[in-house]
């Protein structure tokens, strides 16, 4: 579905950045809610919320109509950044809306999506953080049945493996 491919596309953006995808759900809204981690050296994060109802206008205020739909974020520290907020860039299109947050406070941050509609809409929430900490897998490329399967993992930043990670 139309739904799946917004899924897809997250993940297809997440493999050319580079970035971390700590988001990348589709829901149901006329009020919903997503969270997502964001880590303590991340550089930046990018919200995306995409519906495939091109009739929804993205509003910066509560929807007043069955043809308006409102994105709002919550910081971690509980507080719902206002809807004007100089803490970051929004730019909205046909059928989405992406924030952009620099040095973002590091901890759970929340997506609310609400319509004022009487069915529920569908919509996808990608969230994508850029961060010197990375994760590395090495996995093996063939298992048997049976066979013990061997995962190494290791952090690194800019300056290498960090040692001590749990």
Same mark, same amino acid.
Request: proline share 5%; glycine share 12%.
């Given at each position: 579905?139309?739904?799946?491919?917004?899924?897809?596309?997250?993940?297809?953006? +997440?493999?050319? %950045?580079?970035? +971390?995808?700590?988001?990348?759900?589709?829901?149901?809204?006329?009020?919903?809610?997503?969270?997502?981690?964001? @880590?303590?050296?991340?550089? $930046?994060?990018?919200?995306? #919320?995409?519906?495939?109802? *091109?009739?929804? &206008?993205?509003?910066? &205020?509560?929807?007043?109509?069955? +043809?308006?739909?409102?994105?709002?974020? &919550? $910081?971690?520290?509980? /507080?719902?950044?206002? /809807?004007?907020? %100089?803490?970051? !860039?929004?730019?909205?299109? @046909?059928?989405?809306?992406?924030?952009?947050?620099?040095?973002?406070?590091?901890?759970?941050? %929340?997506?609310?999506?609400? *319509?004022?509609?009487?069915?529920? *809409?569908?919509?996808? !929430?990608?969230?994508?953080? /850029? $961060?010197?900490?990375?994760?590395?897998?090495?996995?093996? *490329?063939? #298992?048997?049945?049976?066979?013990?399967?061997? !995962?190494?993992? $290791?952090? &690194?930043?800019?300056?290498?493996?960090?040692?001590?990670?749990?």
């Amino acid at each position: 579905t139309i739904d799946d491919l917004f899924e897809i596309y997250n993940y297809i953006r +997440g493999q050319v %950045t580079g970035d +971390g995808i700590i988001v990348n759900e589709s829901l149901m809204a006329s009020t919903s809610q997503v969270s997502g981690w964001v @880590d303590g050296c991340a550089e $930046s994060v990018l919200f995306t #919320v995409a519906w495939h109802d *091109t009739s929804l &206008r993205y509003v910066p &205020r509560d929807p007043k109509g069955a +043809g308006e739909i409102a994105v709002r974020l &919550r $910081s971690p520290g509980g /507080r719902w950044l206002p /809807r004007s907020a %100089t803490e970051f !860039v929004r730019h909205a299109g @046909d059928g989405y809306v992406s924030f952009t947050i620099r040095d973002p406070q590091p901890g759970l941050w %929340t997506v609310e999506v609400a *319509t004022d509609r009487q069915r529920h *809409t569908p919509y996808t !929430v990608g969230g994508f953080v /850029r $961060s010197p900490l990375k994760l590395q897998l090495d996995v093996p *490329t063939l #298992v048997g049945v049976g066979d013990v399967i061997g !995962v190494k993992t $290791s952090v &690194r930043d800019r300056r290498g493996a960090i040692d001590g990670v749990k």
